[in-house]
């Protein structure tokens, strides 16, 4: 009876064991995506898990002596060693100071849209149905953004009250630590960081998201780069680390993928988490030479050339890669064969698509709640439209050449 009970739990512990180790490699997409791991990094969380489920099992069928001690303790470090690596495996985190890409972004040359100066702003053909002469809301906001939010306020801000000052742009990062401090009374930002929801709440400010508007989030190679096309789940495995060859994308002579990134908080950077949901992102992995940091842009680097080809791929939104910064060296990639078009957005067959925001801090009232609701309204989506982005509302009026 008591050998029948010891072997039951034995079953039952090994089953137990494989088992869960089956659970964490269907949850991080091992198995669906076994077949396009191309890479030893890539592989090593399978090997952990392998080799802390084979551990296990050893340790429970193994007959225990004096002899087999040394045995069950080495067995032992290795499954409490393959489960204490298995988070920095996923992360491919094994590089102490790599040359990876670099973190500086260049920016547009935002003076093309200043409000009542910029020649490419979008303007209304028509009077706005709102004009705000006085407590002027302070706007900050997303780079990519601004050429919208200054479209906005050349819109009702009266000339003669408007101040430069009130309308600025200090990136993603900056803005949400403006409208959580009080700086600003309006951002218009993509969707916020786990790390900025969190400074939020730390310091007591209750954000406000009203989306007024869509945008594709994209993802560039060169221009020589054959690949035209890739699935939402290559993207998933090139940035958890599974895939890190063109080959397996179908481009034998592309070599080793650099896949760029950007700093965390960065609105492109909060869209791909978006993407990869709660699948880990690698850590950007060494380059294969310092010189290919660069000084740039992601725009920009996404273009360099190694060996012959250009390896690199990068991300972005669409308005920021097409109009505001467009690098003619690259091109942006079709996802499960679609093109991130206006019209794709606006019908959903694009499938990286995003709302983003004009963020309050509290529910808006006064000046700001009049500039909200009249974002939302035709003329509002028509400044959307006309910008660049895809309105979050069918827009009425027609806009002006």
């Given at each position: 009876m008591k050998s029948t009970l010891v072997i039951l739990f034995r079953i039952s512990t090994t089953v137990l064991a494989w088992g869960f180790g089956a659970c964490?490699?269907?949850?991080?997409?091992?198995?669906?995506?076994?077949?396009?791991?191309?890479?030893?990094?890539?592989?090593?969380?399978?090997?952990?898990?392998?080799?802390?489920?084979?551990?296990?099992?050893?340790?429970?069928?193994?007959?225990?002596?004096?002899?087999?001690?040394?045995?069950?303790?080495?067995?032992?470090?290795?499954?409490?060693?393959s489960i204490a690596l298995f988070p920095t495996a996923l992360r491919g985190n094994w590089w102490i100071n790599p040359s990876t890409s670099s973190e500086t972004q260049a920016a547009p040359d935002l003076a093309l849209y200043a409000p009542f100066e910029g020649p490419l702003i979008a303007r209304l053909n028509e009077e706005p149905e709102l004009k705000l002469v006085a407590n002027l809301p302070a706007l900050d906001g997303a780079t990519a953004l601004y050429?919208?939010?200054?479209?906005?306020?050349?819109?009702?801000?009266?000339?003669?009250?408007?101040?430069?000052?009130?309308?600025?742009?200090?990136?993603?990062v900056n803005a949400y630590?403006?409208?959580?401090?009080?700086?600003?009374?309006?951002?218009?930002?993509?969707?916020?960081?786990?790390?900025?929801?969190?400074?939020?709440?730390?310091?007591?400010?209750?954000?406000e998201f009203t989306p007024?508007?869509?945008?594709?989030?994209?993802?560039?190679?060169?221009?020589?780069?054959?690949?035209?096309?890739?699935?939402?789940?290559?993207?998933?495995?090139i940035y958890s680390g599974k895939t890190a060859n063109w080959r397996t994308l179908g481009w034998r002579e592309g070599g080793r993928i650099i896949a760029f990134q950007r700093p965390d908080g960065s609105g492109s950077q909060t869209g791909l988490q978006g993407i990869m949901g709660e699948?880990?992102?690698?850590?950007?992995?060494?380059?294969?030479?310092?010189?290919?940091?660069?000084?740039?842009?992601?725009m920009n680097q996404v273009s360099v050339e190694w060996q012959g080809?250009?390896?690199?791929?990068?991300?972005?939104?669409?308005?920021?890669?097409?109009?505001?910064?467009?690098n003619p060296n690259a091109r942006l990639l079709k996802i499960d064969g679609i093109e991130p078009t206006i019209e794709n957005i606006q019908n959903g067959s694009?499938?990286?698509?995003?709302?983003?925001?004009?963020?309050?801090?509290?529910e808006p009232s006064g000046n700001k709640k009049l500039l909200i609701d009249w974002i939302l309204s035709p003329q509002g989506q028509n400044i959307v439209e006309k910008t660049g982005y895809a309105p979050i509302k069918s827009t009425t009026t027609p806009a002006s050449e």
């Open positions: 964490v490699l269907r949850r991080y997409e091992y198995f669906i995506a076994f077949s396009e791991i191309d890479n030893i990094v890539g592989m090593i969380p399978v090997a952990l898990v392998l080799t802390g489920a084979t551990g296990t099992t050893i340790l429970i069928w193994a007959r225990h002596s004096i002899r087999f001690i040394p045995v069950s303790i080495t067995i032992a470090i290795l499954v409490a060693l050429p919208v939010y200054a479209a906005f306020a050349e819109a009702v801000y009266d000339e003669n009250a408007y101040a430069p000052g009130s309308v600025i742009c200090t990136n993603t630590r403006a409208i959580i401090s009080g700086e600003s009374d309006v951002i218009f930002v993509a969707g916020a960081s786990e790390h900025q929801l969190s400074a939020a709440r730390e310091a007591g400010a209750d954000l007024i508007g869509r945008e594709a989030f994209i993802f560039l190679v060169g221009d020589k780069n054959p690949v035209q096309s890739v699935t939402q789940q290559q993207i998933r495995n699948l880990p992102i690698q850590v950007p992995q060494p380059l294969p030479d310092a010189s290919l940091i660069g000084t740039n842009s992601l080809v250009q390896p690199a791929m990068g991300y972005s939104y669409r308005y920021f890669a097409v109009a505001m910064y467009a694009y499938p990286f698509v995003a709302d983003f925001y004009a963020v309050t801090n509290g």
